[in-house]
T-cell receptor, first 114, second 115 residues
Framework: AQSVTQLGSHVSVSEGALVLLRCNYS??????LFWYVQYPNQGLQLLLK??????LVKGINGFEAEFKKSETSFHLTKPSAHMSDAAEYFC????????????FGQGTRLTINP | ETGVTQTPRHLVMGMTNKKSLKCEQH?????MYWYKQSAKKPLELMFV???????ENNSVPSRFSPECPNSSHLFLHLHTLQPEDSALYLC??????????????FGAGSRLTVL
């Protein structure tokens, strides 16, 4: 069975600082990996995804994530935080067989300090 | 506007009421989903429909009854709910099965409170 662990339910950084949100997954077969973001009073929207190929994936709003198979990780980073990045971030995993059964982590709430 | 519209955005109901949540997508997708989002818990997949046929029921109690009359509309009928059913119910859509990595487009959710 697949599972996702997001380390840290709440991360706080200063504006302009590096953002690092951690995600580890377990999957018995090569996974599809996703990061979604949820702004207040909104649904989730896709930030980026990894399927195959290049392990460093670039997404919207300056975010990127790197798939590291040996570490079973897919951490999300952004070099310089902006106030508008304050939101909840969800890592998710699915598999080629059963790609519709997306399994989400518990989420990490990102706060940006002025 | 994300292309997936959910109504109502907020709903308060008693345990004996019957109500329905509605979801509509304008993206030409063939798959629709219901997820439950509770505080401090991961999103829980409830139901999946492909071409209006139910293909996944994640052991959801029968007091939640989904309906998918066509690929663009999805309902969640609610009856005899419990206070622990209070949550944000998210609808999503995607292109469907056998289309590779399945990217979901979510609605804004319906916030349900059961008294």
């Amino acid at each position: 069975a697949q599972s996702v662990t997001q380390l840290g339910s709440h991360v706080s950084v200063s504006e302009g600082a590096l953002v690092l949100l951690r995600c580890n997954y377990s999957s018995s077969v090569p996974p599809y990996l996703f990061w979604y973001v949820q702004y207040p009073n909104q649904g989730l929207q896709l930030l980026l995804k990894y399927t195959t190929g290049a392990t460093l994936v670039k997404g919207i709003n300056g975010f990127e994530a790197e798939f590291k198979k040996s570490e079973t990780s897919f951490h999300l980073t952004k070099p310089s935080a902006h106030m508008s990045d304050a939101a909840e971030y969800f890592c998710a995993v699915s598999q080629i067989e059963g790609a519709q059964k997306l399994v989400f982590g518990q989420g990490t709430r990102l706060t940006i300090n002025p | 506007e994300t292309g997936v519209t959910q109504t109502p955005r907020h709903l308060v109901m008693g345990m004996t009421n019957k109500k329905s949540l509605k979801c509509e997508q304008h993206l030409g997708h063939n798959a629709m989903y219901w997820y439950k989002q509770s505080a401090k818990k991961p999103l829980e997949l409830m139901f999946v429909y492909n071409f209006k046929e139910q293909t996944e029921n994640n052991s959801v109690p029968s007091r939640f009854s989904p309906e998918c009359p066509n690929s663009s509309h999805l309902f969640l009928h609610l009856h005899t709910l419990q206070p622990e059913d209070s949550a944000l119910y998210l609808c999503a859509s995607s292109r469907g099965q056998n289309t590779g990595a399945n990217v979901l487009t979510f609605g804004a959710g319906s916030r349900l409170t059961v008294l």
